[in-house]
């Protein structure tokens, strides 16, 4: 069947299907529409039905894009979501200045900065003398990995509870030649010996356990990355009070819903 073809009669959109030739074909989308009498293989066919029957596009081409650079992904880990890219931004700002801030990133969503304790940490960690920045729940890598590219001279510390995550973080951290250091284990507990200042960035699960989601997230994407209890806050709550009570957490850099994060930075 011929690329054309395939495009006027995909039930996808012509987006979707572009990408999944270009994949299948390993070329790109630019050369897919401009080749429409080129034969595409019949293994698209495969792709396009499973596509339509709901599963992600990120996890069928096994990639997705994340603050400019493609990143591994398959169903052990959240595909990474533009809404993330604002936590990034958020954290560079919050090093050069630290301030309490919360800022929409998406419908509903925010990313919030508070700062913690003696915020001198923050300050030593701008000047870049040895201070750590801790990913909890890193799924992919993709804050961990992008903070390290974005800023070299930070230390990065990038944990999960998940096993299967972490080799793809891993993976992804050497495709891109970035210096994080992987921990495993349950939000904070890996940090029992950790010496120097930190600030803590996470984007964990907070979507109330009830919440109807979108099929391809619902059925695909791992839950325990996505629902955080009755009222969505159960992870939030712990992970704040472990980075209260921890003296060397000078700071934190959250992704929530907004009416979470009002409840976080006027305590």
Not at 33 to 51: M, Q, T, V, Y
Not at 176 to 193: I, S, T
Not at 199 to 207: D, Q
Request: charged share 30%; with cysteine; aromatic share 6%.
């Amino acid at each position: 069947m011929k690329i054309g073809e395939i495009l006027k009669t995909a039930e996808l959109k012509t987006l979707e299907a572009e990408l999944l030739l270009g994949f299948v074909m390993r070329k790109s989308r630019e050369w897919v529409i401009a080749n429409p009498d080129f034969d595409a293989p019949d293994s698209i066919k495969d792709l396009i039905k499973r596509r339509a029957s709901g599963e992600p596009l990120a996890y069928i081409v096994g990639k997705k894009e994340f603050y400019g650079r493609e990143f591994t992904v398959n169903p052990s880990v959240l595909i990474p979501r533009p809404s993330t890219e604002g936590l990034i931004d958020l954290t560079l700002e919050f090093i050069k200045n630290p301030e309490d801030e919360v800022r929409k990133v998406d419908r509903g969503v925010v990313c919030f900065s508070k700062k913690l304790g003696d915020s001198s940490g923050v300050q030593d960690l701008r000047q870049g003398s040895g201070q750590a920045i801790v990913d909890v729940g890193t799924g992919s890598g993709c804050i961990a990995i992008t903070l390290a590219l974005e800023n070299p001279d930070l230390k990065i510390i990038a944990i999960d509870i998940s096993e299967d995550a972490l080799e793809v973080a891993k993976k992804n951290s050497e495709s891109h030649n970035a210096q994080v250091e992987f921990r495993k284990g349950n939000l904070m507990e890996p940090l029992n010996d950790l010496s120097e200042p930190f600030i803590l960035v996470s984007n964990p699960p907070y979507i109330p356990d009830s919440e109807e989601l979108m099929k391809d997230v619902k059925d695909y994407e791992p839950s325990n990355a996505l629902f955080g209890g009755e009222d969505g806050m159960d992870v939030l709550n712990e992970l704040m009070r472990q980075a209260k009570a921890n003296p060397l957490c000078t700071g934190v850099i959250i992704e929530c819903r907004e009416e979470h994060a009002n409840l976080f930075v006027t305590d």
